[in-house]
């Protein structure tokens, strides 16, 4: 029976950016239940990185990140992480009032941001229906993440440090036996001395085969279209458009157009799969604020997005467990948090410091610990 000082349940993004920061400092194996890694809400990700528009705590974890992103370690990855593309958030006559005050709001925040008329903002989006578009401002911060690239990079970097990734090896039953935990996989058992529950919509589920006490971590299913975009629409420069209230989001995705209606609804863990009236509200969202009519739906999926109680991530030992590590709850944001939230749980696992991120934005790793519920 093999033993390793951590085991790392989970090959999605939060495990799998652990596994690159804990690299040769621990014995450490990666036990993923399916064939392929980041299969669920890894590999369904909008591919969106942002600085603004989340909860503050998730925007500090972005700018902690941002560094990472524009320049990554030395043989990481041989294209750039983050391709930018800029945003549009619009709104129609009804919300023109809030829109200003939001507008107004942001505008403290960040001097970047541009108010455009309507027609400017066709300029820009040509999709765009201006019968519909009353507000609208532009953001150049916006960009698109290449998951795959920071996906593999974390994957390759892990492996030249020694970390073992086991594919098809889900936990199926374990055990404690004083000093190391005995995981029950279909192939073996092995012993790790440290759990780590990276397991995302399962979070909770895995907790309770540890006899672990659950947090209330919940998946959400978040559903996605992907449409032809008109002749003479270039994907390549076209901004992500994004209406005031979360109603919806439009964004380019490999020569296509992504639609979401932005759903989030509690669901099973699973190999969740769109339903319909969601793929009939993001076509509807589409053909309400573009010109754009959609005759025919190229590719419909599903993704998950697991939040804890109070939406924010959940990093460290479990309160009933020292050796039980929760790293979960990251909702959409744990691709565009990967990099400060695997750097901010290796350097816990190791009893070392924080990166240094969390200190200059002012950010707690406190406020992610399993401690506060």
């Not at 006490?213 to 998946?219: D, E, K, L, S, T």
């Not at 419909?300 to 939406?311: H, T």
Request: proline residues 7%; contains cysteine; aromatic residues 8%.
């Amino acid at each position: 029976m093999q033993t390793y000082d951590i085991a790392i349940l989970g090959g999605g993004i939060a495990g799998l950016s652990l596994a690159y920061f804990l690299g040769a400092s621990r014995s450490v194996v990666v036990l993923e239940r399916e064939e392929n890694l980041g299969y669920h809400s890894t590999g369904r990700s909008a591919a969106e990185f942002v600085l603004r528009y989340n909860s503050p705590e998730v925007c500090a974890l972005a700018a902690i990140s941002r560094d990472f992103f524009d320049r990554p370690p030395e043989g990481f990855t041989d294209v750039p992480l983050l391709v930018p593309r800029g945003g549009l958030m619009i709104a129609n006559a009804e919300k023109l009032e809030r829109f200003e005050a939001h507008f107004a709001a942001e505008r403290t925040k960040a001097d970047n941001l541009t108010r455009l008329s309507v027609e400017e903002s066709l300029v820009m989006a040509p999709i765009l229906d201006p019968g519909y578009v009353a507000g609208v401002y532009h953001d150049p911060e916006f960009w698109d993440i290449e998951v795959e690239s920071l996906l593999q990079g974390y994957v390759k970097g892990a492996r030249r440090a020694g970390v073992e990734i086991r594919q098809k090896a889900g936990v199926m039953s374990a055990r404690d036996d004083g000093r190391h935990w005995l995981l029950d996989t279909e192939a073996e058992t092995i012993a790790a001395r440290i759990v780590v529950n990276a397991t995302g919509g399962w979070a909770d589920p895995t907790a309770a085969l540890f006899r672990i006490a659950p947090i209330g971590i919940v998946p959400h299913r978040r559903t996605a279209i992907l449409v032809d975009l008109p002749d003479g629409v270039d994907a390549r420069t076209m901004p992500e458009i994004n209406e005031l209230d979360d109603e919806f989001y439009i964004k380019p995705d490999a020569g296509r157009l992504l639609v979401s209606p932005a759903d989030e609804t509690p669901c099973e863990p699973g190999d969740v799969q769109p339903e319909e009236i969601d793929v009939a509200w993001a076509a509807h969202h589409l053909e309400t604020a573009t010109t754009m009519e959609v005759r025919r739906i190229a590719k419909s999926w599903a993704g998950m997005r697991s939040f804890a109680p109070d939406r924010l991530p959940v990093l460290g030992p479990a309160s009933d467990h020292p050796r039980f590590f929760w790293l979960a709850g990251q909702g959409g944001y744990g691709i565009l948090s990967s990099p400060a939230l695997g750097a901010l749980a290796a350097s816990l696992l190791t009893g070392g410091e924080a990166p240094e991120g969390f200190a200059r934005i002012g950010l707690a790793p406190t406020a992610f610990s399993p401690l506060r519920f």
